[in-house]
């Protein structure tokens, strides 16, 4: 079992999602967050004076799935979230860590039953 985190654009956030319904990933947990890496950030005009905005709206993917759908789901963020053909800077990253066990509440299950 992995866990994989997705930081990306949230403008993205819908071809992701449809990208990974289609190789039939369909839980998903999303939240925003902020961040920066090669972009560093922006500036910004408030009241006449320029300010620098050193963090930028992201939205993190944190998607658990059995290691047989690692690959497809890499795949299906990196397809939904690449900005043109070849990408552009800040279009994020994915990590994928490995998930010592899941637990799901409601009936009990452990490991790969409950992904």
Known sequence: MKLIIAIIQPDKLEA???ALTDVEVVRLT???CQGFG????QTEAYRGHEIAVNLLRKVQLQIAVND???EPTVGAIMNGGRT???GEIGDGKIFILPMEDCVRIRTGERGIDAV
Request: no cysteine.
């Open 16 to 18: 992701v999602k449809n």
């Open 38 to 41: 090669r972009q560093k950030g």
């Open 84 to 86: 043109g053909a070849h």
């Open 68 to 70: 047989e759908f690692v």
């Open 30 to 32: 999303v939240l925003d």
